[in-house]
């Protein structure tokens, strides 16, 4: 039987094919649905199921292209209520196609409708290998229990209890786990970067699964997660229509510098350079994004689905990148790029700005001699800030951040350094505080990582 995990970093995404016999089943597809063509042809297969664990909320899937391209039936949990062709999928069905055999369990949790898929490769047992536990159950975490719009996340994680207990810790130590999502991943708080499990193994040391009342565990689940990003439910309702297949996608227009610069406010001008370079300098009001992060989930979540995006990146192949893991997360209102990058805007005469890239040794000393006067503002996450900040920061959480106007809580008539863990999100909120008005804003590099590795005082 051909096993293969499909891994997309910049999602934390891991998706599956299975095949044999001649016949394929393809596991929480990514939108750009070729690698999967691919290999099918490469391993002599045809694609004849494609099985979504769950509407994903993170990303727009490729279940709907993948099918039409292949005519292959998509299996999705009944509970899903979709709105594309599909076989609505209930506890205890099963798919066999040469000796693989694929068994549902119904998990509700996550979401309603989530499903874990039990595989048996029947030419070695009859009993299963491996489960593929979509967002019910990660390495090392259990999927987030409020992303349903009809359920609490008191009622979603006890739900989620019994589906861990009653079917997923009722399967054999031995039984491999191959869980959607890993590290990075915004479906749970505490996702390992390994890319497999076992049963036992996470019966072990997921904290999780630990032996608790359901009362704990809907306590402890529920206590403190990060928030919602407001694009989840609208991808959550885009997998259930079904996506469009990427080639009805309009073409990007070329944009001259001057056709750029008559945009004004109208549009966001996102540039997906790493920090450095936007730092040196960049069009005056645009934001940074880098393609070197986690560029989807933050654009996505910094800049929503609706607002008009032209691009800005160093050359043809990046746009096409910027655009393509936009489009993965249903960020598709990209009218066009600017032809040349910022070389051809500098050649142009247009206006230019700078964020200047400080060292923590040079914001250490700027604090120490000047009390009072450069403001610190720390936009990681809450669990980060607990674990350590630097004395008389301001924290505020990249993703509360507001777009339009933020930045009342700072005093805009000081300087203001702003740091992460490394330096990619506070180049985000860098040209977010710029873009709000702010005229001194530097970015630090290497974060709040840097801080430590130096050896400076926290608290």
């Given at each position: ?444 590099v290497g974060g709040f990582d840097a801080w430590q590795v130096a050896g400076l005082p926290k608290v």
């Open positions: 039987m051909f096993f293969h995990q499909f891994y997309l970093g910049c999602l934390a995404h891991a998706s599956y094919m299975l095949g044999s016999g001649g016949t394929a089943a393809v596991v929480d597809p990514q939108r750009d649905v070729e690698i999967y063509l691919e290999e099918a042809r490469r391993q002599g297969l045809r694609i004849a199921y494609v099985i979504e664990t769950h509407l994903h909320a993170d990303f727009v899937s490729g279940h709907r292209e993948l099918a039409t391209r292949t005519g292959a039936e998509i299996y999705v949990g009944r509970a899903a209520q979709a709105a594309f062709p599909h076989h609505a999928v209930e506890e205890g069905d099963e798919l066999r196609f040469g000796s693989c055999a694929l068994s549902f369990l119904e998990t509700p949790g996550h979401t309603l409708e989530s499903l874990c898929v039990l595989v048996t490769d029947l030419e070695k047992s009859a009993e299963p290998f491996a489960v593929l536990t979509g967002d019910t159950l990660f390495i090392g975490d259990v999927g987030r229990p409020d992303l349903s719009p009809s359920h609490t996340p008191q009622q979603l994680a006890a739900l989620l209890y019994d589906s861990l207990h009653r079917k997923l810790l009722a399967l054999p130590d031995s039984v491999l786990v191959y869980p959607a999502h890993g590290a990075g991943s915004l479906c749970g708080r505490n996702i390992s970067a390994e890319s497999s499990s076992t049963i036992g193994r996470q019966r072990a040391t997921n904290y999780a699964l630990r032996p608790m009342p359901k009362e704990d565990f809907v306590r402890i689940l529920t206590a403190e997660f990060a928030a919602r990003p407001g694009y989840f439910a609208r991808d959550a309702e885009i997998n259930r229509q079904g996506a469009a297949a990427l080639a009805e996608l309009p073409p990007l227009r070329a944009m001259s510098p001057g056709q750029v610069a008559e945009c004004g406010n109208s549009v966001i001008l996102l540039d997906t350079r790493p920090a450095a370079l936007y730092g040196a300098g960049h069009v005056p009001g645009a934001l940074n994004i880098g393609l070197g992060g986690q560029f989807a989930s933050w654009a996505a979540t910094v800049l929503g689905l609706d607002r008009p995006i032209i691009l800005i990146a160093e050359d043809a192949e990046r746009v096409a990148e910027s655009r393509m893991r936009l489009a993965r997360v249903g960020v598709e209102k990209v009218i066009g790029y600017l032809e040349g990058g910022v070389e051809a805007w500098r050649r142009a005469g247009q206006p230019w700005a700078a964020v200047p890239q400080i060292s923590v040794e040079q914001l250490a000393a700027e604090l120490h001699q000047h009390p009072g006067g450069m403001q610190v503002l720390d936009v990681r996450r809450a669990a980060e800030w607990n674990a350590g900040h630097i004395e008389g920061a301001v924290h505020r959480p990249l993703d509360t951040l507001c777009l339009e106007g933020d930045g009342e809580f700072l005093d805009r008539t000081r300087p203001v350094a702003v740091h992460c863990k490394g330096g990619y999100r506070s180049s985000i909120a860098s040209g977010i505080l710029k873009r709000a008005g702010f005229q001194d804003v530097s970015n630090v």
